[in-house]
């Protein structure tokens, strides 16, 4: 469902009276209030679990000699961009055709510091083996400082969205939109004191909640014995 479809299915689900609506442009008083729900539940999805498949995206960009620090404006993701997926990323000699990649392994930026910020690793260069999340920035560190050009290649999660168009739709399976209208629904039975009304729509979201949650979170791997 679009944007549009989402706003009528609520206002049914609701038991608005009234014609449907036919655009989100220059909406007003009730209807103006329908798309806010729309897009606050469309937020709230996005943002109960910081790893959702659907909102992960892939970048690569190529790493320049003697820079080791990067910025999401810097490798071309600029204001889409949440978190890095810290376990995607792998390097590789620009004109290798990926012939070299190698996986570079995440390291903890405390850790980071103490190995390749400190002493004679701040200024040697070679090629990088490990990635971490510099804070408070969150831009993108690479172990050690690159020699040459490397290509990078990863994924990173992007930030939530609302809608803004008529036919925009959230970026996610389609067997799981209506979930952005149960939690309309509680939206309006907030506003309404609608008790039954919250009721249903509470009931439905975290149905579809715990089966998006199954569909759309990593699968947890168990890890070797201890002994």
Not at 8 to 21: D, F, I, M, S, Y
Not at 88 to 107: C, K, T
Not at 136 to 158: D, F, H, M, T
Not at 166 to 185: C, G, N, S
């Amino acid at each position: 469902m679009n944007c549009l479809q989402l706003i009528n299915r609520a206002r049914q689900e609701c038991g608005v009276t009234g014609p449907a609506l036919t655009t989100i442009t220059g909406l007003t008083g009730e209807s103006l209030r329908f798309l806010n729900w729309i897009n606050a539940a469309w937020i709230d999805v996005q943002t109960a679990h910081e790893d959702w498949q659907f909102m992960r995206q892939p970048l690569q960009f190529n790493a320049v000699g003697s820079q080791w620090q990067y910025t999401p404006t810097e490798v071309g993701i600029g204001s889409t961009f949440a978190n890095w997926k810290r376990d995607s990323f792998r390097a590789s000699s620009v004109g290798a055709n990926y012939g070299d990649e190698q996986l570079l392994n995440f390291m903890e930026w405390n850790t980071f510091r103490n190995l390749y910020q400190y002493a004679n690793m701040r200024n040697t260069t070679t090629r990088p083996v490990v990635v971490t999340i510099v804070p408070p920035s969150k831009n993108l560190g690479l172990g050690a400082i690159p020699n040459q050009s490397y290509v990078i290649v990863g994924e990173y999660y992007r930030k939530p969205t609302e809608f803004t168009t008529t036919t925009q739709e959230p970026d996610l399976p389609d067997r799981f939109h209506p979930m952005i209208v149960y939690r309309a629904m509680m939206f309006y039975a907030g506003y309404e004191a609608a008790t039954e009304v919250y009721q249903r729509g509470e009931m439905e979201f975290k149905r579809l909640m715990n089966r998006l949650e199954i569909d759309q979170l990593p699968d947890l791997i168990s890890g070797p014995p201890l002994a």
